[in-house]
């Protein structure tokens, strides 16, 4: 169904089918999986455009809070671009603004020391001791890419042009599903060994928390919308049990702010992923984002696919600050606008 949108939408695109893009992932069956269809040569050929969710449909309730929460509003397939409803101008022009950052970033000497990375010579960790130069050839490496520029139009609306590969939030378009974990390990583990200091933004933990308890206070949390087991609490004690946080020494990183399955876009050769929906991308703690990333995969995949992706990350997390964070995250996905 299309939605109303500003005429210079219809311009840009047309006529196209508006499908629905991000939803959360379904555990996928890799018996019935199928990949890509093949070309004319038999090579595997570009996903199609059309269908991105195999359920088809609006996503209803719980499912469509948590997706566009923390997501960053609603977002449409439509041909070969990706369109984003913000919920403001704010988001819309960030998303533009720090894509084009980290594509800078990426092509540049900002890569600096990352805990447990190797490179692509399976040499030795990426942060041992070592001159610079090392370190960035090694970063210059990188499969990691940053997603297409956005175009913004209209201040809460933007067009970002489908990148390469698939999305990680659809297995069934990948030869090799079993591999995602991995990948998306490998490239957030990249991301996050950026250097924080050339990073122009940053998001505080106490800064997501405020913007909670407003959240809170406005009457905007659905408690029934909450994945178990913090169902079972009212607000209030949510509240309290965020603002107990553990006193944990800060490990701030580069950080996605948003690392969805559906803003990660492996190849389908499995050689590296392009990261999307960058409108919160800025300095703030690893288990900010790891905490997402993890919920994501433990409800799309299960958790052996969760090991995978630490295995490929490189190090495991601060499973304290993770529980914290993951508190957090699931507070923010039943907030509703």
């Known amino acids: 169904m299309r939605p109303e949108c500003p005429q210079a939408i219809h311009d840009h695109l047309g ?47 719980a499912d469509r809070a948590r997706v566009d929460h923390v997501g960053g ?17 704010t988001p819309a022009v960030a998303e533009a603004e720090r894509t084009a950052w980290l594509t800078a970033a990426l092509a540049g000497p900002a890569a600096s020391a990352g805990d447990g990375l ?12 070592g001159d610079d130069d090392e370190r960035r050839a090694a970063a210059s490496r990188w499969g990691l890419r940053a997603g297409p520029a ?8 933007s067009l970002t042009p489908r990148p390469d590969g698939a999305p990680a939030h659809r297995p069934d378009l990948h030869p090799r599903p079993d591999s995602l974990p991995a990948t998306i390990g490998t490239a957030l583990a990249r991301l996050h060994a ?8 940053a998001r505080s933990t106490a800064e997501v928390v405020d913007e909670v308890r407003n959240a809170i206070t406005a009457d905007r949390l659905v408690v029934d919308l909450l994945p178990a087991p913090y169902d079972r609490y009212p607000a209030e004690r949510l509240l309290a049990m965020i ?36 409108h919160h991308l800025g300095v703030a703690e690893r288990t900010a984002d790891l905490a997402v990333i993890h919920r994501q995969l433990q409800d799309g995949f299960g958790p052996e696919a969760v090991f995978a992706f630490y295995e490929a990350y490189g190090q495991h997390p601060d499973l304290v600050a993770l529980d914290h964070q993951l508190l957090i995250d699931a507070v923010r996905s039943a907030i509703i606008p």
């Open 243 to 278: 603002d107990e946080a553990p006193l944990r020494p800060a490990d701030p990183v580069v950080a996605h702010g948003a690392p969805l399955l559906a803003n990660l876009w492996p190849t389908l050769g499995g050689d590296g992923a392009t990261v999307i929906g960058l």
């Open 73 to 89: 509003g609603h977002a449409w397939l439509v041909g070969e671009q990706i369109v984003r409803r913000h919920p403001s101008s």
């Open 118 to 129: 190797t490179d692509d010579d399976g040499g030795r960790s990426v942060g041992d001791d």
């Open 194 to 201: 950026l250097d924080v200091d050339a990073c122009p933004t």
């Open 150 to 157: 956005a175009l913004v139009i209209d201040g809460a609306w």
């Open 15 to 61: 006529d196209g089918e508006w499908t629905p893009y991000s939803r959360p992932p379904a555990r996928p069956e890799p018996a019935e999986a199928p990949g890509p269809e093949p070309d004319a040569e038999g090579a595997p050929g570009r996903v199609a455009a059309a269908d991105p969710d195999a359920t088809g449909g609006e996503t209803a309730g």
